[in-house]
C-alpha cells in the first residue's frame, strides 16, 4: 500500500501570518496522526517563510514519539542563516527517518523542478553520504522524463520523488495521458535501478486515484496544500481519513502480485 505523508508547512503559512503560536502546527500533525496518517513532512526554507526550525524540533519530538516516519525537505546547497542551520545540519539535530532534497531557491513560492543530474550529481554525492551516514533514508526531487537517473543511483540516492505538478495542471485541463505515461516511465526506470518512488506536489482527492492507477510501485505520497485547503471544508480527521480511503481502494484494486 502507497504511504501518506501530511505535509504541514501550510498550517505554520497561517500562523506566521498573524504571529503567536495559533493554529499549532504540532497540535495539527498530531491530529493528522490520530487519523491515520502514515507520517509527517515539512520543507523548512532558509526564509523561514513557513515552518521554522523550532518547529522541526518538535515535530521530530511528535514523530518519534509516535513511531511514525519523519520526513524532512530542503535544498541542501542553500547555506545557513540566521535562524536557519542549514538543511544538513538540521537533519543532523533531528535525524529525520527521510531526507527529501529539492533544487528550490528563495525566490520559488513552491518547488517546481527536481534535479539536473549532469549538473547536480557530483555536488550531491558527499550530501547523499552524509545524510546515509546519520541513517537517513535519502529521496531526490525529479521531474517525470527526466535523464540521468542511473547517476541518482550511482550516488547512493535511496528513493526518488517524482514532481507531480505537471500532471495535475495536465489533469485539470482535461487530459494527462502524456504526464501519466512520463511518471509511469520515470518509476519503472527507477525501480528498476533499486530506486523507491515517492510522489508529491499538487495531488489531491480529485487526482489522486487515477495517478496511482497509473503509476504502480509509489511507496509513499507527500501531501499537504490541497489537504490543508481541503480540511477547512471538512476538518482535517475527516480529510485525512478520505486520502487513507483512497489509499485503501487503490491497493485493493492492483492485480495480485503488483505492490505499492
Not at 511514525?68 to 537533519?91: I, T
Not at 511507496?219 to 485503501?248: C, F, K, P, W
Amino acid at each position: 500500500m502507497t504511504l501518506l505523508s501530511v505535509n504541514v508547512n501550510k498550517i505554520a503559512v497561517l500562523r506566521n501570518s498573524r504571529g503567536g503560536s495559533e493554529p499549532d502546527v504540532v497540535r495539527a500533525a498530531r491530529t493528522c496522526l490520530y487519523a491515520g496518517a502514515h507520517g509527517i513532512t515539512v520543507h523548512p526554507r532558509p526564509d523561514q517563510r513557513h515552518i521554522r526550525t523550532d518547529d522541526v524540533l518538535a515535530l521530530s519530538v511528535l514523530t518519534r514519539e509516535s513511531g511514525v516516519e519523519f520526513n524532512l525537505e530542503g535544498n541542501p546547497f542553500a547555506p545557513p542563516r540566521d535562524g536557519y542551520p542549514g538543511f544538513l545540519a538540521l537533519c543532523d539535530q533531528v535525524r529525520p527517518a527521510q531526507a527529501t532534497l529539492v533544487p528550490d531557491g528563495d525566490g520559488q513560492i513552491t518547488s517546481d523542478h527536481g534535479f539536473d543530474f549532469s549538473r547536480d550529481a557530483e555536488r550531491l554525492r558527499p550530501l547523499v553520504g552524509e545524510l546515509r551516514a546519520m541513517g537517513c533514508r535519502v529521496s531526490l526531487f525529479v521531474d517525470a522524463g527526466c535523464e540521468g537517473l542511473d547517476q541518482a543511483a550511482a550516488i547512493g540516492a535511496d528513493r526518488i520523488e517524482i514532481y507531480t505538478g505537471p500532471f495535475a495542471e495536465a489533469l485539470a485541463r482535461g487530459n494527462a495521458d502524456a504526464e501519466l505515461a512520463r511518471c509511469a516511465a520515470t518509476a519503472g526506470q527507477a525501480r528498476s535501478l533499486g530506486l523507491g518512488v515517492n510522489a508529491g506536489h499538487d495531488l489531491s482527492q480529485a487526482n489522486l486515484e487515477e495517478f496511482l492507477e497509473a503509476v504502480p510501485g509509489v511507496l509513499e505520497v507527500s501531501i499537504g496544500h490541497a489537504l490543508i485547503g481541503e480540511a477547512l471544508y471538512a476538518g482535517l480527521q475527516r480529510t485525512v481519513q478520505n486520502y487513507l480511503a483512497i489509499l485503501d481502494q487503490a491497493a485493493a484494486a492492483r492485480p495480485s502480485g503488483r505492490t505499492g
